[in-house]
Nanobody
Framework: QVQLVESGGGLVEAGGSLKLSCVASETMYGFSVMGWYRQGPGDQRVLVASMSTRNIQDYADSVKGRFTISRDVAKGMVYLEMTRLKPEDSGKYFC?????????WGQGTQVTVSS
């Protein structure tokens, strides 16, 4: 069982920046995707950004141009650089690590953006 640990969340004013990090307890061989999902109270978990081992990136429309995902495949790490944060970016951010036949989730890190 791969464990994922997120860090970097916190409270920030609108317009500010945060950088989230996620590290996996082990790296999985082969094609994989690591990404970030956001979940607000009572909401479903939605994709914010993801990146594959082939460096294919995907972003939610609401964060394009503001957030940047990066990944260190060898170290099993994924990062999310968040700039020009808005109150609607608030939520719990979860890291996901998935590939053929598996997917793992972290426990999440809270991001709160005050207006």
């Amino acid at each position: 069982q791969v464990q994922l640990v997120e860090s970097g969340g916190g409270l920030v004013e609108a317009g500010g920046s945060l950088k989230l990090s996620c590290v996996a307890s082990e790296t999985m061989y082969g094609f994989s995707v690591m990404g970030w999902y956001r979940q607000g109270p009572g909401d479903q978990r939605v994709l914010v950004a993801s990146m594959s081992t082939r460096n294919i990136q995907d972003y939610a429309d609401s964060v394009k141009g503001r957030f940047t995902i990066s990944r260190d495949v060898a170290k099993g790490m994924v990062y999310l650089e968040m700039t020009r944060l808005k109150p609607e970016d608030s939520g719990k951010y979860f890291c996901k690590y998935s590939g053929l036949g598996y997917q793992y989730w972290g426990q999440g890190t809270q991001v709160t953006v005050s207006s």
